[in-house]
């Protein structure tokens, strides 16, 4: 682990973006939204690169993204991680969760679990949920794919600072989930869970298309045996007609050679626009009037608003 700030500090938080290509506007939601609750309680603000897929990745978006950070006036403790210098620290983790026996081989496609046709229908996302197909081990002929881990009847439940009361049964609305994916890749949920833990993050502000994922965390870090952060999901950026902002659909890149006018159009996203004319006096001076000002409770308890183009 490189050197970071003393884990001593009471608010840890991070931004932790995927290098598939430049900061847009939702990106910029969560980085700005991260950084002024960490500065605002006087604590560390980590940036993570999470460049776990290298297939996913866009050639030079980890140097842009960083570089945006920074004009837009954002500094963060500490080097960046990246989570392609983590491979020892996931494998261990998921050697750990194997031991304790908690993950099962699973020889399933994608198309197959599809086909087996079990949705949960008011998850937001309309989650395929796994039928457990290979629970009991794999059906004769199958090779081992993917690894899952065991969720069992669990139901988790956990107060997020801006969306409330969260609650979800694993069983029913997600099923055992891919900690290591079938291309060999670790997944998604378990590094974040290892270096959320290892960077002793206390707490997670991003945008609430990851509200889904988050009791899939918290059982994680329950199995692995580590604290759950405190979370804090900020809406999420749409377009007109209600696709979040990604670099998937092709979202314009913010320009960071004019930070002023964006960085004051995100602030007012998350409910605190500055007072007029303070987008030209540059991004010091609306950092400062943002972290004096910051209030989490003025933040729009929603988990999508769209923005004009
Ligand atoms: N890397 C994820 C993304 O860009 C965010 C992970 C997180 O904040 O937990 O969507």
Known sequence: MPATPPASTLYRGRFAPSPTGPLHFGSLVAAVGSHADARASGGVWLVRMEDLDPLRESPGASD???????????????????QSTRMEAYREALDRLASAALT??????RKEIADS???FES???????????????????????SVRLRVGEAQIEFDDAVQGHCRQQLGREVGDFVV??????????LAVVVDDADQGITDIVRGA?????????????????????????????TDATGEKLSKQTRAAPVDPDHPGGTLAHALTFVGHAPPAGMD????????????????????PRARAVPVPD
């Open 117 to 119: 046709a079990l949705r």
């Open 180 to 189: 290591r994916r079938a291309d060999g890749h670790f997944a998604y949920q």
């Open 64 to 82: 842009a993204i960083l570089r945006a950070l920074e004009a837009f006036g954002m500094e963060w403790d500490g080097p960046c991680l990246y």
């Open 209 to 237: 298309d990851l509200l889904a994922s988050t009791a899939r965390q918290i059982f994680l870090q329950r199995c692995l045996g580590v604290p759950t952060p405190r979370y804090c999901h900020l809406p999420v950026a």
């Open 280 to 299: 030209r006096a540059g991004t010091g001076a609306l950092w400062e009037w943002a972290i004096a000002n910051w209030d989490r409770a003025r933040i």
């Open 104 to 109: 099962y081989p699973c020889g399933c496609t």
């Open 123 to 145: 998850a937001p996302a309309r989650e395929v949920v796994y039928p457990g197909t290979c629970r009991n081990g794999l059906p004769p002929g199958r090779a081992p794919r």
